[in-house]
Every structure is written in structure tokens, then in C-alpha cells.
């Protein structure tokens, strides 16, 4: 009777943390969409041009899925040099792939590069900040053709939790005037993503 009690407290236990884990990340799915809409709808923040703001219908995402929050395996590349990544105004940005993550989605595993900007790490605040660009079999379709993004913190540990509801287009799906980092061919997924913003 006691092993069955603490295996149902285990259990419970269990339960409660991925609940936990649930709530978590819809929240911060809330905050991302909730700041995203800001920025753009604030007319001191909008990063689109007078000609787009006619044009512009919102900010669109696809409802949240917990599946499409993943536990990733975070495998560090210390030996890689700086490159120089395409953008599509034509210039290029200098990044380095800090690193690669590996994760499943229903009952497959992914890997995605991780890059970190050698510009952007000359600033204190963003020290610290992550970028993965990428493409999936929603590109072109119900996403920007171009690709969207994720932005993280480097973690402390060999795992990240990678959640792609938080994923969002680059200025230039809806203005011009930027140069936005192209995903390399290494990051295109042939699955949809249907997560994060959209069309």
C-alpha cells in the first residue's frame, strides 16, 4: 500500500510539473503575441513604413500548440569562425553558429543551427542573445517565403526549451527598408510549423 501511494504521488507530482510547463509557455506565448501587436500597432514603434500601414491588416498567429514547445538538446560548436550571413537587402550581417539543437516533433528529430550576431554581442544588453532563423513547408504558404525567427538566451545548460509559438516574421514580410537575415539552407524544416505568426 505504501509503494502504491508514493508511485501515485510520483505521478501526481509529475502531472502538476507539465502542467506547469503548459501554463508556462502559454503565458509567455501571451506576452510575445501581446508585445508583438504593440509594436506594431504603436505609431512611435511601428517599423513599417507609411506606404505598408496602408496596406497592413495585423498581426496573425496560429493557435498555440503544446506540441510545437520542445525540449531540445543544446550541442555547442566552439570551434566554428564568423561568416557572413545574406540578408535580403543585398548587404550581409557577420554571425557565428554558436551552436546546434536537436528536438522531436511527433516521434521525429530535428536539428536547427543556432547563430549569435557578432555585431549585436558588443552591446551588454544582448550579451547574452541567441537567433535562429528558419524556414518550414509553411513558407511561401501561410508564412513569409522568407522565413521566420526565434530569439533565445544562451542557456546554462546542454538543453533549451525551444517554443516555436513564439516564432515571428522579420520586418520585411511586411515593409521594406531592412536587411533581414535570410535562414542558411541548413535551417529549412520539411515540415510545417504551424505555429507563431503567420499570415
Known amino acids: 500500500m505504501k509503494r502504491f501511494l508514493i508511485v501515485c504521488n510520483l505521478i501526481f507530482l509529475s502531472a502538476c510539473c507539465f502542467a506547469q510547463a503548459?501554463?508556462?509557455a502559454v503565458n509567455e506565448t501571451k506576452?510575445?503575441?501581446g508585445g508583438l501587436r504593440m509594436e506594431y500597432d504603436n505609431p512611435n514603434t511601428s517599423p513599417l513604413s507609411a506606404a505598408a500601414k496602408k496596406n497592413f491588416k495585423g498581426i496573425h498567429f496560429f493557435p498555440f500548440n503544446k506540441k510545437y514547445v520542445v525540449n531540445a538538446r543544446f550541442v555547442r560548436t566552439p570551434k566554428e569562425k564568423p561568416f557572413q550571413m545574406s540578408t535580403s537587402g543585398g548587404i550581409r550581417k557577420t554571425y557565428i553558429k554558436y551552436a546546434s539543437v536537436f528536438f522531436v516533433i511527433d516521434k521525429k528529430e530535428y536539428k536547427l543551427n543556432v547563430y549569435q550576431s557578432q555585431d549585436l554581442i558588443k552591446s551588454a544588453e544582448y550579451k547574452?542573445?541567441?537567433f535562429i532563423p528558419f524556414t518550414d513547408a509553411t513558407s511561401g504558404e501561410e508564412t513569409y517565403e522568407g522565413?521566420?525567427?526565434i530569439d533565445l538566451n544562451i542557456p546554462q545548460s546542454d538543453h533549451i526549451i525551444i517554443?516555436?509559438?513564439t516564432a515571428y516574421h522579420p520586418y520585411c514580410a511586411y515593409t521594406d527598408g531592412y536587411n533581414c537575415p535570410i535562414p542558411p539552407a541548413e535551417n529549412r524544416l520539411p515540415v510545417k510549423?504551424?505555429?507563431?505568426v503567420k499570415f
Not at 510549423?193 to 507563431?196: L, V
Open 22 to 24: 503548459d501554463t508556462a
Open 31 to 33: 506576452r510575445f503575441q
Open 128 to 130: 547574452d542573445y541567441l
Open 147 to 149: 522565413g521566420r525567427y
Open 163 to 165: 517554443n516555436f509559438n
Open 193 to 196: 510549423i504551424e505555429a507563431g
